[in-house]
Structures are given as C-alpha cells and as structure tokens.
C-alpha cells in the first residue's frame, strides 16, 4: 500500500506502511508514533532501523514528527506475520534522561537549555525556540539529580510563567503554543441534511469531576497561615466563604477572587490546595485562578474525526491551531470556536483519518510563575552529589 507516509532514518526511506498512528497532544509529553506491516517480506527493514535511532516522519513532503524509535517488534501467529516500529518525539529522550549527578541548587532556564540540552543532547535536539520577550536568564529554580531534564526544563519555563512543549521539527518551544501561524480558520460541518459536511463523527462532552465553584490556596508566610478563596459567582453568598489572612480580619467575607465559568454549577464544589510557594496574596490568588481555569478547561471537550490528515488548504492537522464547529446535530452549545489540544493521524483499513481533540480556548491559563529566591548570589554555589 503506497500511501505517501514516509520513515527517514539514517538517509533511508521506507514508505510501505499498512497501519499508522502518530499522536500530537499538548497536554501530553512525548507524542507515541507506531508504524506497521503486515506479511512482509522477511527481514524488511534496512539497517539503519534500530532502537534508538532518529527519525524523521514525512506526509507528502511536510513534516509530521521527529523523534526516536523506542521500539521493535515481530510477532507471528494464525492471521500471519506482524513488524511494528514505534517511539516517540524528541520530549521522550529528555524524559528518560536524568540531570546530571553535579547540578545547581539553583538553576535558570538559560543554564538548562544550554547545558542538558543543547551541549548534551546537541546530537538529537537542534533548536530551542523561545517566545520574545520572555525571560529565561534570572528566575532560578531547584534541580535535583534524580529528576529528568524535561520534568527540570519544565519547572524552569513555568519559573518564568510559560508553557514548553516539542513542535513537530524536534524543536523544544517555549512560550505560548497559540502564537503561531495557522491557514484560515478550518470549518468542521455536521448538517442533518448532510450538505457540506465534513466530519465523520462527533462526540462533545462535559464534565464536572474536575470542575469547582471554589478553591481555596493555602500558602505560608512568616509562619502564619494565611488562605486565598477563589469562587465561582454562581451559588448562594453563604458559599462565599471566610478569608482566613489574619491581616484581612475586617473583611472576612471578601473573596481573594471570582471566577466566572459558561455553565453554572448546580451545588458547592470546593477545592483546598496546600502550596508552600504560595507566600503572599497575589501568588496564591493566581494559583487558585490557575486550578479554576484548569478545570473548566478539562469540563468541555469536543473530538471529532475527519477524513484525511489535511484540511482545506492542504496543511497537515496541527496542534494550537483554531477551529469552527457548526451543527445541528449535536448541542447548540458545542458550536463555535474550538483550539486543537491534541491529534491524531491513523491509517488503517478505512484509510486515513484524523481525530481532534478540540477544547474550549477561554479557559487555557500559561503556568503560574512562582517568585525568585531572597537571595540569587547565595544560590549560584554548586553542590556535588556523590556518586552513590
């Protein structure tokens, strides 16, 4: 079945595949890719496919991933031979790999990027792409040796109040994963008379599991428990709840924050928080502002399947990208503005197909910066860990 899919490793090309499925999930590290043959000839695959080596997946010439490949299997049974080839983007190397047994208490993101990535991983990842005008050269975080390099380049990005992720050239970006170009903005049609459609089905869901009326961030200052509430405006005032800030006494019934959701909630739905870097009012309140709009983020979801891995405009399905959802099938309030969170690209025996998983762009919050240490001279020492 030739099918324009195509596996670059190590200058060779093979584009025979009968089954794909390549993942893009921006809630989700390290995206899986899984190729398959079924009944090849023996020994189909050249030498340079191996474990770990670096891949580069093509669709009609544009790229769809970069990664490597984690695994490779054969297996034989009654309905005949099956070779599989799977792995993951550039993202799965950095999570499996450690920082390194001598690191700073205190690191930047600049130190991160430089050091554990570009300097030691110079091989597999290229490029890092920084949003202008963020700043990734003075708030220090703690690394520890036990961590990864993506759960230590995480923390550092979210130091300075941004979102990191791997686009589909195997560059680590970081900033904001909306801010980029996108063709016109696809429409995604489900008419009962069937006129225009292009989808071939449509699940929309809410869900409350994770979705509060309040939360409450607990944080610690000079040894005084102090709380920040964050409330949703759509229950009674007795729910309002007590700030507990000793300094704010006088006020007691004052909310820290009020958040405002598209669906009410039908009863108190209440969310506490401990979080020890919480230490004043302004960090706490965006905490609690952070949990809210995370949860009514994961509330709406619509996943749709289209036929095809491009649209319109003959661009491959990307994530970040906005779309227009129009029926009259489903709920009219799952029409509208959707942003695409994650993708996937299969091929299988109904051919190619593309399934977005689509979320409402409102309630998308960046990570929330925590504030630098006291003291950033007395946190350049370096500590060396010993080897065992």
């Known amino acids: 079945m030739s099918n324009n899919i195509t596996l670059i490793v190590g200058g060779q090309q093979c584009s025979q595949w009968d089954d794909v499925s390549i993942d893009s999930d921006l809630l989700i590290p390290a995206d899986a890719w899984s190729v398959t043959l079924f009944n090849p000839p023996a020994d189909p695959l050249p030498s340079t496919v191996f474990k770990g080596a670096v891949v580069e997946i093509t669709y009609n010439g544009q790229t769809v991933l970069k990664g490597t490949i984690d695994r490779i299997t054969d297996s034989v049974n009654r309905q005949g031979y099956r070779l599989s080839v799977s792995g993951r983007d550039v993202v799965g190397v950095l999570l499996d790999s450690s920082v390194p047994v001598i690191v700073r208490q205190q690191i930047t993101l600049s130190d991160i990027v430089g050091q554990y990535i570009l300097t030691d991983l110079g091989e597999l990842i290229h490029d890092i792409a920084i949003d202008q005008g963020v700043d990734y050269t003075s708030t220090k975080v703690a690394v520890e040796p036990s961590e990864s390099i993506w759960d230590a380049i995480v923390k550092a990005a979210e130091s300075a109040g941004q979102f990191v992720w791997a686009d589909v050239t195997g560059a680590i970006r970081i900033g904001n994963p909306f801010n980029k170009r996108q063709p016109k903005t696809p429409n995604l049609i489900m008419q009962r008379a069937g006129q225009n459609n292009n989808v071939l089905s449509v699940e929309y869901a809410e869900d409350i599991t994770s979705q509060y009326s309040t939360v409450v961030v607990l944080g610690q200052d000079n040894s005084t428990q102090a709380s920040f509430y964050a409330t949703e405006d759509n229950l009674p005032d007795i729910y309002t709840g007590q700030d507990l800030t000793p300094s704010k006494k ?139």
């Open 250 to 388: 006088d006020q007691p019934d004052t909310p820290e924050y009020t958040g405002k959701s598209t669906q009410k909630l039908p009863y108190l739905r209440r969310k506490i928080v401990l979080d020890p870097l919480a230490d004043n009012d302004d960090q706490a309140v965006k905490r609690a502002r952070k949990i809210m709009q995370d949860g009514n983020l994961s509330a709406f979801t619509l996943t749709i399947e289209v036929a095809g891995w491009t649209c319109a405009m003959g661009q491959i399905w990307t994530t970040g990208w906005t779309v227009n959802y129009q029926s009259d099938v489903t709920r009219k309030v799952a029409n509208g503005a959707w942003v695409i969170m994650g993708r996937t690209l299969k091929l299988g025996r109904n051919g190619k197909t593309t399934q977005l998983r689509l979320k409402r762009k409102q309630y998308w919050m960046q990570p929330v910066a925590p504030l630098p240490p006291d003291n950033q001279d007395d946190a350049e020492e370096l500590t060396e860990y010993p080897d065992s």
